[in-house]
């Protein structure tokens, strides 16, 4: 005695998509300005933080956006963008730096950032 073909076709694309979303990483967007010893002494603190957890590097897609114009790209397990023409500080809007924005689907929610752990918040 089995199980219909299409209760068990209906569990196992439940299970896929459950997974799917398991594993798919939550974005965000830290918002820096490189001129700011401050600043660069977070991104390194974050850059820290997933270079040593794979688990954050998995759960976690993290892109830093420098408004400063000038000075060194950074480098490290996060994606890093120089904002020179401020298209993402103009779609995003900060209110200040730095500033996490976590973006669940169309969401996207503000932080006011004071530590590189808040990008856990995001979890």
């Excluded at 967007?29 to 933080?49: A, G, T």
């Excluded at 830093?64 to 500080?89: M, V």
Aim: hydrophobic share 40%; glycine share 4%.
């Amino acid at each position: 005695m089995g199980y219909p073909l299409s209760s068990v076709l209906i569990f196992l694309s439940a299970l896929f998509i459950t997974q799917a979303q398991a594993t798919t990483p939550v974005s965000i967007l830290v918002f820096i300005n490189s001129i700011q010893p401050e600043h660069n002494k977070l991104v390194r603190e974050i850059q820290h933080q997933l270079y040593f957890s794979q688990q954050l590097q998995r759960r976690l897609s993290v892109t830093i956006i420098d408004i400063n114009t000038q000075g060194e790209n950074l480098s490290g397990p996060a994606g890093y963008i120089k904002d020179r023409q401020g298209i993402w500080a103009e779609k995003y809007r900060p209110a200040e730096t730095p500033s996490l924005f976590c973006l669940k689907g169309k969401k996207a929610v503000y932080i006011k950032m004071a530590s590189a752990r808040e990008i856990r918040s995001c979890l």
